[in-house]
């Protein structure tokens, strides 16, 4: 039998619908925030919800309209519980809540850490478990072991890979988001000119630090005022994705597993995909890595994990409420 679940998206800066028939994606429509986020350098929770509240009315029709879906055929509707910001998901649960009430279908609420890793049995349909995912966004970084459930392997102890993307942009007056700012400066650096430091590698845990990346590139700024930006940018991108693919393929060999994942925003970042893929190969793993446009933020991924647990018999009750701290 086949289902049709909607997905909704609402945890950060962007407002995303998307309808699903079983695991094909019928629309995904995603209206971003950034630019107006932009102004501030970073995201300011209150205007998110606010912004939210006024998107999420037009960007459900706007998925249904390009789905060509009526809501009464809809089997489900999936939504972002958490982690995220609170009032950014409090504005998806409370209209999921009233598509549930009022088209009588169950709600399932969604780890929008699993959506991220869902994203790859999206783009990947051979893809099965076990495997080991790399999700790097803006406010994660995990190794996490897929195989009966979820096995978090480690984690950043303080900045995620994608929030210091976004402070060194900051710093070198690159603009915000980050990530993509500092991947398009870098491609006219070198990445050997500076040799900034990289946290815990050789730890032999599956564990992050960044902050202190962050901070040393700070101090190199301040102290050499003159610098190539692109040098810096291309050397700090570096020093993160030598970190991110170290640890990722070490864990891979520590648990023998030979199917790594990469998902989250900052795995659009060309040159993180270009050396996992280069390095994977030659270790003899298969990486799976979404298209961009499934790495950031997005509700099909929701309504993928949606599906899964719809099937389980996994859904909820209207009372549920937000978990802005929601883990594995
Ligand atoms: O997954 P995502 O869209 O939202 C969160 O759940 O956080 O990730 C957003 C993060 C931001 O920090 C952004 O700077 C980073 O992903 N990002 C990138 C790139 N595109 C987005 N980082 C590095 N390179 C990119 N091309
Ligand atoms: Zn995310």
Redesign the pocket.
Request: proline letters at 7%; glycine letters at 24%; hydrophobic letters at 15%.
């Given at each position: 039998m086949s289902r049709v679940v909607l997905g909704i998206e609402t945890?950060?800066d962007?407002t995303s619908v998307a309808v699903l028939k079983d695991d094909k994606i019928l629309s995904n429509i995603v209206s971003s925030q950034v630019e107006i986020h932009a102004r501030f350098g970073g995201i300011v929770p209150e205007i998110a919800s606010r912004n939210h509240l006024k998107n999420l009315p037009i960007v459900y029709r706007k998925a249904l309209e390009t789905a060509e879906v009526d809501p009464h055929d809809l089997d489900a509707v999936a939504v972002t519980q958490g982690p995220g910001l609170v009032g950014a998901l409090l504005v998806g649960l409370s209209f999921a809540k009233g598509l549930s009430l009022s088209l009588d279908i169950p709600m399932v609420p969604v780890n929008?850490l699993q959506g991220?890793i869902y994203a790859a049995y999206l783009s990947h349909r051979d893809l099965t478990p076990p495997f080991i995912a790399l999700i790097v966004?803006?406010?994660?970084t995990e190794i996490v072991l897929v195989r009966d459930g979820f096995k978090v392997l480690g984690k950043t102890l303080d900045d995620a890979a994608?929030?210091a993307?976004?402070k060194v942009a900051r710093v070198l007056g690159l603009g915000y988001?980050?990530?993509?700012a500092?991947?398009k400066a870098a491609l006219e650096g070198s990445d050997s000119k500076y040799d900034f430091p990289r946290a815990l590698l050789s730890d032999g845990n599956f564990n992050f630090s960044f902050s202190g990346l962050k901070t040393s590139v700070m101090y190199f700024i301040k102290k050499n005022p003159s610098c190539s930006i692109s040098d810096v940018a291309a050397s700090f991108q570096k020093a993160v994705v030598d970190v991110l693919v170290e640890k990722t393929l070490l864990a891979a060999e520590k648990y023998g597993i030979d199917r790594v994942v990469i998902s989250?925003?900052?795995a659009?970042?060309?040159c993180?995909r270009r050396e996992m893929s280069d390095k994977a190969i030659s270790k003899g793993l298969k990486l799976y890595v979404p298209p961009k446009n499934l790495?950031?933020?997005n509700a099909a991924m929701i309504a993928r994990v949606g599906l899964e647990k719809l099937s389980e018999g996994n859904t909820a009750s209207l009372e549920i409420n937000a978990e802005p701290g929601l883990q594995f």
């Open positions: 945890s950060c962007e929008h991220h966004s803006g406010g994660h994608g929030e993307f976004d988001p980050g990530g993509p500092i991947e989250g925003g900052v659009a970042n060309t993180l790495c950031t933020d």
